[in-house]
T-cell receptor, first 110, second 112 residues
Framework: QKEVEQNSGPLSVPEGAIASLNCTYSDRGSQSFFWYRQYSGKSPELIMSIYSNGDKEDGRFTAQLNKASQYVSLLIRDSQPSDSATYLCAVKDNFNKFYFGSGTKLNVKP | DGGITQSPKYLFRKEGQNVTLSCEQNLNHDAMYWYRQDPGQGLRLIYY???????QKGDIAEGYSVSREKKESFPLTVTSAQKNPTAFYLCASSPQVDYEQYFGPGTRLTVT
């Protein structure tokens, strides 16, 4: 069984701080990695995708991938109260199947 | 507008009844997926389809059935054999050659 692990949180950060969200995965052959944001009662929305080792930046968001350590992270700079949500890590295998972590709840305090 | 639609948003059924959840996409995506989400948990894959007239079981397929007769449609039937059907059901699609997966708004099913 392929697994994706996340700390459930909640992770609390003050407004304007950097929020760091982490994820580990078990399938060493995985090639594609994604971060989704899910507000309470809503469906997940894609924030970032990353496919190669290193950092990928998009606005206030930076995804980091280390395939050797089977680790992917998401940094949110200048966190805003509107960033308060559950963040889901997803990993895609070579058979086009996605595996999701249970999510980390982020609280950004004004 | 391109996107994924799911209907209805809320659905209530009595135990022992089959119910079909609709999922339609106009993104021209080849792959479509059904997930189930329970409170405080991640998404669990029920079924997925990479091409028309073909689909594969996910991790929790028991008590569910699907069809893929058209590229844009992937309905999910929750049968009376599903022991605990009350959940939030999410449909998603993904281009075959690209990688991202996009979600519909979801259907919240309550069975009493």
């Amino acid at each position: 069984q392929k697994e994706v692990e996340q700390n459930s949180g909640p992770l609390s950060v003050p407004e304007g701080a950097i929020a760091s969200l982490n994820c580990t995965y078990s399938d060493r052959g995985s090639q594609s990695f994604f971060w989704y944001r899910q507000y309470s009662g809503k469906s997940p929305e894609l924030i970032m995708s990353i496919y190669s080792n290193g950092d990928k930046e998009d606005g206030r968001f930076t995804a980091q991938l280390n395939k050797a350590s089977q680790y992917v992270s998401l940094l949110i700079r200048d966190s805003q109260p509107s960033d308060s949500a559950t963040y889901l890590c997803a990993v895609k295998d070579n058979f086009n199947k996605f595996y999701f972590g249970s999510g980390t709840k982020l609280n950004v305090k004004p | 507008d391109g996107g994924i639609t799911q209907s209805p948003k809320y659905l209530f059924r009595k135990e022992g009844q089959n119910v079909t959840l609709s999922c339609e996409q106009n993104l021209n995506h080849d792959a479509m997926y059904w997930y189930r989400q329970d409170p405080g948990q991640g998404l669990r894959l029920i079924y997925y389809s990479q091409i028309v007239n073909d689909f594969q079981k996910g991790d929790i397929a028991e008590g569910y059935s699907v069809s893929r007769e058209k590229k844009e449609s992937f309905p999910l039937t929750v049968t009376s054999a599903q022991k605990n059907p009350t959940a939030f059901y999410l449909c998603a699609s993904s281009p075959q050659v690209d990688y991202e997966q996009y979600f519909g708004p979801g259907t919240r099913l309550t069975v009493t």
